[in-house]
């Protein structure tokens, strides 16, 4: 595979017993990643986070992402500091605002401007880290206020700034992380094609527009894999992950870009009864092929070779919806043999 650079990768953990966390952790060094992200899809992604800084030594460690309507930013600023010091100085804050259907409908959060309020949290966060050891003067935003007025200075950071690196689905987002991020982390459903011709020109527009350089803001892309020489296989496990995303409302007009939004209306009546896995059958092949990459060692890395003139690292993951936890392994050794070493 020809590149113009080399890509950096990233890998994916989650909570799981102590024993299998630390040897997956380890394993993702061993074999070379530059970074472990740790997502938020219920509870917060610190937890796992501060185990993998406990057993590394190299690698960074992100969340990826942290919702931002979750909780307050004076609490992310806090776990951000915290896990910046367990890890010697190697946390990335990734941040993201997810839909209104899970920051509203589970969370709670009165949020509804959700690109304002990730603008606004970002800000925050920076004054908190930068200010936390000598004393913060007060902020005063739309959505958080605070005059810090009893805070007692706290020991100094292992670093004053901390890369934030802002989750993108959409224009607006990828404008955002141009704007104030440190780094863009592109949505796993973004399709190779989708990435290039309509991400890309967005990103590289409003960094013209921010007046920013290209190597300000860090590109680090999510996209499924599935590899091994069973492709019928690879498609059938990859569909109840595709039902679950194309079920979600908020994403109906991203799918129909790509030509998939009768398939998302159904699919969004399971996911609103509670039920996705029932509409897996209901995923088509090619909605499949679209967005997970499928097939031998080969195939995987020729998908992946033309995002290497925009992304400066990725993250490939299985889909792991509905899969059993030994397939999910089995996907990511087929990851790690197709692009960590090549």
């Known amino acids: 595979m020809t590149m113009t650079k080399r890509l950096r990768y990233w890998g994916l953990i989650g909570p799981m017993p102590a024993a299998e966390l630390t040897a997956t952790c380890r394993m993702f060094e061993a074999v070379g990643v530059d970074g472990l992200f740790a997502p938020q899809v219920l509870g917060p992604p610190w937890i796992p986070l501060a185990a993998a800084a406990a057993v590394t030594e190299r690698v960074q460690i ?3 992402i942290a919702i931002a309507a979750a909780r307050s930013p004076f609490e992310t600023a806090m776990a951000a500091l915290d896990l910046d010091r367990l890890s010697g100085g190697r946390f990335v804050l990734g941040l993201g605002t997810s839909v209104l259907a899970w920051t509203r409908g589970i969370f709670g959060s009165p949020v509804e401007k959700q690109v304002s309020h990730l603008r606004e949290t970002v800000a925050a966060i920076r004054h908190i880290v930068a200010g936390a050891h000598v004393g913060l003067a007060p902020f005063e935003g739309e959505f958080y206020r605070a005059d810090f007025r009893e805070l007692q200075p706290m020991s100094p950071p292992v670093r004053s700034a901390i890369p934030i690196w802002i989750a993108a ?15 863009l982390i592109g949505h796993p459903m973004w399709s190779i094609e989708w990435t290039l011709e309509r991400m890309r020109p967005d990103f590289e527009a409003a960094l013209a527009r921010a007046r920013r350089r290209r190597d300000d803001v860090e590109v680090n892309l999510w996209y499924w894999a599935a590899p091994g020489p069973d492709v019928r296989q690879a498609i059938d496990d990859a569909r109840p992950t595709m ?22 209306r159904k699919l969004q009546v399971a996911v609103q009864r509670g039920d996705y896995r029932s509409a897996a059958a209901l995923v088509p092949d090619e909605m499949v092929r679209t967005f997970v990459a499928v097939g031998e060692r080969d195939a995987i890395r020729a998908r992946f070779a033309p995002v290497a003139s925009f992304a400066d690292s990725l993250c490939v993951v299985p889909p792991v919806y509905a899969l059993p936890p030994e397939r999910v392994r089995e996907y990511g050794v087929g990851i790690a043999e197709a692009l960590y070493g090549s």
């Open 62 to 64: 992100a969340s990826g």
């Open 169 to 183: 689905l959409r224009t607006r987002m990828v404008g955002l992380a141009a704007e104030v991020g440190d780094g």
């Open 243 to 264: 039902a679950f995303y194309g079920g979600v409302a908020q994403y109906e007009p991203f799918f129909a870009a790509h030509g998939f939004a009768e398939v998302a």
